[in-house]
């Protein structure tokens, strides 16, 4: 779990100004969880694949509480899961 965190983090950390790091289900080619940017709302789109979890890394998000520090807003985002529901919607959607 702390390796997934610190990937996670560092994907959406790597957005180049704005984006969403998205913890996807491929299910069309590797059946597997992947950490994915979505950098700019089009680049690195897993296409077929089932979001999971999605953070927003666009300013919007956190610049007017957290001002530039995009790390301590996703360090926050990744405290607030809610592991239950999100192994709901595994269950639920991966099949």
């Known amino acids: 779990m702390d390796n997934w965190k610190v990937d996670f983090k560092a994907t959406a950390v790597s957005a180049k100004l704005s984006g969403w790091a998205v913890l996807a289900f491929d299910q069309l080619y590797s ?3 992947l950490n994915v940017l979505v950098d ?3 680049y690195g789109a897993i296409w077929g694949g089932i979001p999971l979890i999605s953070c927003d890394v666009f300013e919007h998000a956190y ?3 957290d001002g530039p520090a995009r790390a301590a807003y996703i360090d926050n985002f990744l405290k607030n899961l809610n592991w ?8 639920k959607f991966v099949k």
């Open 31 to 33: 059946q597997r969880l």
């Open 40 to 42: 700019e709302h089009h």
């Open 63 to 65: 610049y007017h509480k």
């Open 84 to 91: 239950s529901r999100i192994n709901d919607r595994f269950k």
